[in-house]
């Protein structure tokens, strides 16, 4: 697993283009808040890996079901899109004791998925 030193989506959510983002957490159950702070820094810290991935959306319960762990998350069947394909992608995540920025993240890119397994995995086609 790569453990990136930086975390990348408290800077991404300080933005003035991510306001209503940031002002629609504060209104979000502690479950769903780590579930989308995790997300955002795994779709963040697999472009900081590989600058040619640009993921747009990440499931995190596609390939099975994220377990809760003390102020996070362990995501070992999640996936991300990347332009027209969908990858596997496993990562663990803990938030700060406030809930508010992610602390230690970890991750590990899979294969692609093949496009046959997306609708019974629940993952859009891309348009």
């Known amino acids: 697993?790569?453990?990136?030193?930086?975390?990348?989506?408290?800077?991404?959510?300080?933005?003035?283009?991510?306001?209503?983002?940031?002002?629609?957490?504060?209104?979000?159950?502690?479950?769903?808040?780590?579930?989308?702070?995790?997300?955002?820094?795994?779709?963040?810290?697999?472009?900081?890996?590989?600058?040619?991935?640009?993921?747009?959306?990440?499931?995190?319960?596609?390939?099975g079901e994220p377990k809760t762990i003390t102020g996070g998350i362990e995501a070992d069947g999640a996936a991300f899109r990347n332009h027209s394909s969908w990858y596997r992608i496993r990562f663990r995540c803990e938030l700060t004791p406030d809930r508010e920025k992610v602390a230690t993240f970890a991750f590990a890119v899979g294969d692609p998925i093949p496009r046959d397994e997306w609708e019974e995995h629940g993952l859009p086609a891309v348009h």
């Open 1 to 63: 697993m790569i453990r990136p030193s930086v975390m990348l989506s408290a800077r991404n959510l300080a933005s003035a283009s991510s306001r209503q983002a940031r002002l629609a957490m504060r209104t979000l159950s502690d479950d769903t808040r780590i579930e989308q702070l995790c997300g955002l820094e795994a779709m963040e810290q697999v472009h900081a890996w590989r600058h040619e991935l640009q993921p747009d959306r990440l499931v995190a319960y596609a390939m």
